[in-house]
C-alpha cells in the first residue's frame, strides 16, 4: 500500500470515525482506557451476541492516530467470531512490534506497518486493541 493510500485512510478514520459514541445499553461490555503517555483516553463498548462481534462503540479524547487505528479496528472486528478477532489482533501487535505478522488478515490495519519508526505512536495504535483484548477477558470471566 503507498504511502498515499496509507494517509488518506488514517485521515478519513480519524475525520469520520466508525461508530463514535456510546449508548446506554447494559448488553454492551464496557472498558476505559487511557495512556499514561500523552492525552489518550477512550471508551469502547463491545456487543457479543451468538459468539460474533455484533457492534463496538467508542468515545473520548484521543489523537489522531488513536481515533482512526479505533475506527480501522472496529471495521475490521465486527462480525469477527472471538477466535477470530483475536488471531487477528495478535498479528496487529506483532506488526506494531515489528515480529512477523500475517497481513493479509488485517486488511485497513496494514496502514500502520510503519508506525514502529514513530516509537512514541506506538502506544497510540494499540491502545483501543488492548481495549479490545480487555473487554474479551470481562467477557471470558462472566461466562465461567
Do not use: H
Not at 457479543?48 to 473520548?60: A, H, L, T, W
Not at 512490534?97 to 508506525?115: Q, R
Amino acid at each position: 500500500m503507498d504511502e498515499n493510500m496509507k494517509r488518506s485512510i488514517i485521515l478519513e478514520n480519524y475525520q469520520n470515525p466508525t461508530n463514535k459514541g456510546l449508548i446506554n445499553d447494559d448488553s454492551y461490555i464496557r472498558v476505559n482506557m487511557n495512556s499514561e503517555s500523552c492525552i489518550d483516553e477512550i471508551d469502547l463498548m463491545v456487543k457479543m451476541q451468538d459468539g460474533i462481534i455484533k457492534d463496538i462503540r467508542f468515545d473520548g479524547e484521543s489523537c489522531a492516530i488513536c481515533t482512526s487505528s479505533t475506527s480501522v479496528m472496529i471495521n475490521t472486528l465486527i462480525g469477527k467470531t472471538l477466535i477470530e478477532a483475536k488471531e487477528i489482533i495478535k498479528n496487529f501487535e506483532n506488526m506494531i512490534d515489528e515480529k512477523k505478522y500475517d497481513s493479509n488478515l488485517l486488511g485497513e490495519a496494514n496502514v500502520y506497518d510503519d508506525i514502529y519508526k514513530q516509537a512514541n505512536r506506538k502506544k497510540c495504535a494499540l491502545l483501543s486493541w488492548w481495549g479490545i483484548e480487555k473487554a474479551f477477558e470481562e467477557l471470558e470471566n462472566e461466562n465461567r
